[in-house]
């Protein structure tokens, strides 16, 4: 799959199982893909080696929150209305709240 926004395109990785979604990007570094996470409102990124971009979306991919350069040992809160996660490296788009995202 393919995650896109503003003809940006990143590979995208969907967290199915309870393992995949638990471990996410930790103990990664030099992180080159996003992960979706599908019905989900909250994340953390404890044991993370690097910085991730948190795109929080509704159930139609518009984008409800974005937390740039989200360092290791956070917690991001149960969001009303979110429904979808995207965690991407640091820096790879440049997210407007209420815009889509796109996923091929």
Same mark, same amino acid.
């Given at each position: 799959?393919?995650?896109?926004?503003? /003809? &940006?395109?990143?590979?995208?990785?969907?967290?199915?199982?309870?393992?995949?979604?638990? !471990?996410?990007?930790?103990? @990664? *570094?030099?992180?080159?893909?996003?992960?979706?996470?599908?019905?989900?409102?909250?994340?953390?990124?404890?044991?993370?080696?690097?910085?991730?971009?948190?795109?929080?979306? /509704? &159930?139609?991919?518009?984008?409800?929150?974005?937390?740039?350069?989200?360092?290791?040992? !956070?917690?991001?809160?149960? @969001? *009303?209305?979110?429904?979808?996660?995207?965690?991407?490296?640091?820096?790879?788009?440049?997210?407007?709240?209420?815009?889509?995202?796109?996923?091929?």
């Amino acid at each position: 799959m393919k995650l896109i926004y503003n /003809d &940006k395109k990143i590979e995208l990785i969907e967290c199915k199982s309870f393992y995949s979604r638990l !471990k996410g990007f930790m103990f @990664k *570094k030099n992180i080159n893909h996003a992960l979706l996470f599908n019905r989900c409102n909250s994340i953390h990124t404890f044991f993370m080696k690097e910085n991730i971009d948190v795109i929080m979306c /509704d &159930k139609d991919n518009t984008i409800l929150f974005f937390y740039k350069d989200l360092p290791k040992n !956070k917690i991001i809160w149960p @969001k *009303k209305g979110v429904r979808k996660v995207f965690e991407t490296p640091s820096g790879y788009f440049d997210i407007e709240i209420g815009k889509k995202m796109i996923v091929k």
